[in-house]
């Protein structure tokens, strides 16, 4: 599993979220918007981190970038 951003995410199709959400262990994935699933992903991304994520917060980006809310 290699590291990606939310620009790459959004790029993906659903079919291509779908298995991402899969390899990360995304509870309910299927039932999911867009957005959620992209979140739920860079949160799994995160956690396997050590990071633990509270939330997210749409950055002022113009390639999309986030604030994930994180507590070491």
């Known amino acids: 599993m290699s590291e990606v951003t939310i620009s790459e995410l959004e790029s ?3 079919k291509e979220l779908y298995a991402r959400a899969k390899e990360y262990k995304v509870s309910y994935y ?11 992903i860079l949160k799994a991304q995160a956690e ?3 990071l633990s994520v509270y939330g997210w917060c749409p950055g ?13």
Not at 30 to 40: H, P, V
Not at 64 to 71: D, E, F
């Open 30 to 40: 299927a039932k999911l918007t867009k957005r959620e699933l992209i979140f739920s």
């Open 12 to 14: 993906l199709t659903l």
């Open 48 to 50: 396997k981190k050590w």
């Open 60 to 72: 002022n980006y113009s390639d999309g970038r986030v604030w994930l809310l994180t507590s070491y």
